[in-house]
Nanobody
Framework: QVQLVESGGGLVQAGGSLRLSCAASARTFSSWTMGWFRQAPGKEREFVAVINWSGSSTDYADFVEGRFTASRDNAKNTVYLQMNSLKPEDTAVYYC??????????????????WGQGTQVTVSA
């Protein structure tokens, strides 16, 4: 059974940084596209970032505005989301997700097969 476990969330002041990690249990991790999504209270889950299997291709939501960087270490079965210049509106539960569709590098949550349990990020003003 595939497990994705996020970590690294927490409370940070506006302008601060956090690095989220997502560790995967599957041996086939290195062939998966990995996505990051978030969900704020009362809002729908939204796309944040995606990184392809090799790390050579990434894409970000417009609201990221160059503040976040997705990366991965396939030797460690781990994907990261470095978040800088955090804003109070970035407060949400952040989820990592995996799709077995190696050619898909996109933002549609319905095309992701596995999800982590989420990690809370709270940015104070």
């Amino acid at each position: 059974q595939v497990q994705l476990v996020e970590s690294g969330g927490g409370l940070v002041q506006a302008g601060g940084s956090l690095r989220l990690s997502c560790a995967a249990s599957a041996r086939t991790f290195s062939s998966w596209t990995m996505g990051w999504f978030r969900q704020a209270p009362g809002k729908e889950r939204e796309f944040v970032a995606v990184i392809n299997w090799s790390g050579s291709s990434t894409d970000y939501a417009d609201f990221v505005e160059g503040r976040f960087t997705a990366s991965r270490d396939n030797a460690k079965n781990t994907v990261y989301l470095q978040m800088n210049s955090l804003k109070p509106e970035d407060t949400a539960v952040y989820y990592c997700a995996a799709t077995r569709r190696a050619s898909y590098v996109g933002s549609r949550p319905t095309l992701y097969d596995y999800w982590g349990q989420g990690t809370q990020v709270t940015v104070s003003a």
